[in-house]
């Protein structure tokens, strides 16, 4: 038996301590797991004719794999009977890779560690993040990615790495930094991505940048801060939710069957735990596969800024948002199923009014589906 880990679309798992991670196997012959940050090996001897040299699994979702093997062979001699010296009793030294610190956890080639919760957020190049500006430099915006912008370090958004009023692609003149209040202002929100920084040689100065079609200033929406950990690093951090699903019916009774009363959301998740919620912006994805130009994308942000949303709209945004600080104060991770599982709960399931969606008793049960379903 080859030692593999099954990847489950890039879950990470909570593990707590000495909650097993891996186990050996008798046939595990290329070294293993190694031994990361908040991990730690025990060993024992068994017998190898007593069937515990299979792998040791225990029902937590987690793939437990070989981590070292080991064979010793003992011989018994009988001095009352020299002619039983042949007979030989074969152990195997299990090994077993063990939690001492309550995380998530995180695999590099064979190295296994545990990311502790509740640390601060590390910046990692190309990590999308949502935060508040704070101050204005000569050339740069000073944003807080932190849900209190007294508490940790400013991340810094140059000039240089955001698209203006028109979009075009040009030198930033000294005409434009003096025009910098009126890009962003200090207590806007903007959604940007990691250029750099956070440690190395950079003295742990983040840099951003928001050239992309999903950066740039959030306006008509709301926003939730959660633990960082709760969000985690996914291969696709923005997400629309709300669609009509395939072989439903109509899009109004496939809205009313799951909580979102026929109205499509904008989800952007961020790496640092900042999330924004809005109405979709249809006109957006009316575009199709076409690869629109910066000018076409402002305007219809623009756009959508300037028109209010409808009563129905608000209030669909507003479950959603509630949902988000449903899981928080459950710890429970914040993902596009759990989201909807429990705008569902409290939509259709229990029908509770978004203004009691945070009554401790109701957070129990809209978010009961995220432990029955296994959507941690």
């Known amino acids: 038996m080859t030692t593999h880990i099954q990847q489950q679309q890039q879950q990470q798992h909570i593990v707590i301590p000495g909650q097993i991670i891996a186990t050996s196997t008798e046939s595990d012959h290329d070294g293993g797991f190694l031994r990361g940050h908040g991990t730690y090996i025990e060993t024992k001897a068994l017998p190898k004719n007593n069937n515990n040299n299979k792998t040791n699994r225990i029902d ?8 070292s093997t080991a064979h010793t062979t003992t011989n018994d001699d009988d001095d009352e009977n020299p002619e039983t010296n042949n007979s030989h009793t074969t152990t195997t030294t299990h090994s077993t890779l063990i ?33 508040r500006v704070t101050s204005i430099t000569s050339n740069a915006w000073k944003v807080s990615t932190t849900a209190t912008p007294q508490c940790g370090k400013l991340a810094t958004l140059p000039l240089t790495g955001i698209f203006l009023e028109d979009g075009m692609q040009r030198i930033r003149t000294s005409a434009d930094a003096l025009r910098m209040r009126g890009v962003l202002g200090e207590g806007d929100l903007v959604s940007a991505e990691v250029r750099g920084g956070g440690g190395g040689g950079s003295g742990g100065r983040v840099t951003l940048h928001a050239r992309s079609m999903r950066c740039g200033k959030l306006e008509n929406g709301c926003v939730v801060f959660v633990p960082g950990w709760l969000v985690g690093r ?34 952007l998740l ?39 949303m409808l009563l129905v709209e608000r209030r669909v945004v507003a479950r959603v948002r509630n949902a988000v600080e449903a899981l928080k104060l459950v710890r429970c991770r914040i993902t596009p199923e759990n989201i909807e599982g429990v705008v569902k709960a409290s939509a259709v399931t229990i029908g509770v009014e978004v203004k009691d969606m945070l009554k401790p008793d109701v957070v129990v049960r809209i978010t009961q589906c995220t432990r029955t379903n296994n959507h941690r």
């Open 60 to 67: 937590d979702g987690i793939d437990h794999n070989p981590i």
């Open 99 to 131: 939690a001492s610190t309550t995380g998530t956890i995180e695999r590099t080639n064979r190295l296994l560690t545990i990311q502790p919760l509740n640390t601060p957020y590390n910046p990692q190049p190309g990590d999308p993040i949502i935060g």
């Open 234 to 267: 996914r291969k696709k951090n923005f997400m629309v939710l709300g669609k009509k699903r395939s072989g439903g019916s109509s899009g109004s009774s496939a809205g009313v069957e799951d909580g979102f009363e026929g109205v499509k959301v904008e989800v």
């Open 270 to 308: 961020g790496c640092n735990g900042g999330i924004w919620i809005q109405r979709a912006l249809t006109a957006l994805e009316n575009l199709g596969t076409e690869t629109p130009n910066p000018e076409v994308v402002q305007s219809i942000r623009n756009d959508h800024a300037r028109t209010g």
